[in-house]
């Protein structure tokens, strides 16, 4: 392990942001430390990511810390986050962007330290990542529109309540939405996007003002788990039950929606799968590997005719 020692990692996760695996012997003193900034820490999604990350950890006997600030639109807490990381010199680093450019410095940093980043969930602006472990968020959400479109029969409005335009997975599900529904849909009229930063109660708001003015819309897209869950909760308060919405993701909300008809289906990622490969890819790395330059985690279209099917199942995040 680098200079990051036990005592440091165990008062770190007393701070209730960065969660460090246990140790109590000399041999675990000198295993692996592999330090995982991510987007966030509140949301399913990124307690699912931490799971799948711990359990590889533990698999190889690597050391894992994880950590992300309270909300997703939080980029300066994240960014002193990374750099904390960064001057912990751990042995390897993975960070999932909120903003694609602001991460440079402490990337410029790591790599001068000779630590090998991983990034996950979302790319960065940089050359520095030796891998990015995440899903084709721009054709998981293609996907997503042709279900839209097919839902609506091809015509009326639709809306989209994107969590930001800062990190990749933003932007490429936003883009794959739209060329989604320009291939599937070319009589659909799109709305302006709209962002909420993923959180709920802004996407609710959004997502009222969308239905208050518009009479004729007929779908609504959340990019995420909380524009999606914020988008289902808008709708409801607008009494506009009739509306086809879609969301991105599969925690326990949306899954109950799927179940209960509210929310039509989503696209999911496999947010265990994500974690484990991070970790397994930067282990990989330490020891002279060189890993695919872009590991596609892959996703999976869920509504009520497969939401039991083993498949999804084993991607959901309850």
């Known amino acids: 392990m680098s200079t990051l020692s036990r005592r440091s990692l165990l008062a770190l996760g007393a701070s209730g942001m960065v969660l460090p695996v246990a140790a109590c012997s000399s041999a675990q003193d000198d295993a692996r430390h592999v330090a995982l900034v991510s987007k966030g820490f509140q949301h399913q999604f990124w307690q699912a990511v931490r799971r799948g990350a711990q359990a590889e950890a533990d698999a190889q006997g690597a050391i894992l810390t994880f950590e992300g600030p309270p909300a997703e639109t939080d980029i300066e807490a994240q960014i002193t986050m990374l750099q904390n ?18 991460a440079a410095l402490a990337l410029d940093e790591a790599a001068s330290k000779g630590i ?3 990034a996950f969930d979302s790319g960065v602006d940089s050359d520095i990542p030796l891998a990015t472990v995440a899903t084709d968020n721009r054709a998981a959400a293609t996907k997503a529109a042709q279900h839209m479109c097919e839902l609506i029969e091809g015509k009326g409005k639709v809306g989209i309540v994107a969590h930001d335009q800062v990190s990749l997975s933003g932007t490429d599900r936003r883009d794959g939405f739209l060329e989604g529904l320009e291939e599937y849909g070319p009589d659909v009229e799109v709305l302006e996007v709209q962002y909420g930063g993923g959180d709920q109660a802004a996407s609710a708001d959004i997502a009222r003002s969308m239905v208050a003015a518009h009479d004729d819309l007929r779908g609504l897209f959340g990019t995420n788990e909380g524009s999606a869950i914020g988008v289902l909760k808008g709708v409801e308060e607008a009494g506009r039950i009739d509306l086809a919405i879609i969301g991105f993701d599969s925690g326990r909300a949306q899954v109950e929606a799927i179940r209960s008809g509210e929310m039509a289906g989503a696209v999911t990622q496999d947010p265990a799968k994500i974690g484990a490969l991070t970790v397994r890819t930067a282990l990989q790395a330490l020891s002279g590997k060189k890993p695919e330059k872009v590991i596609d985690t892959g996703f999976l279209w869920y509504d009520a005719s497969n939401l039991d099917s083993a498949e999804v199942q084993k991607a959901v995040y309850l």
């Open 85 to 102: 990381a960064v001057t912990r010199n751990p042995d390897a680093l993975g960070l999932a962007a909120l903003d694609s450019r602001a």
């Open 116 to 118: 090998p980043v991983v």
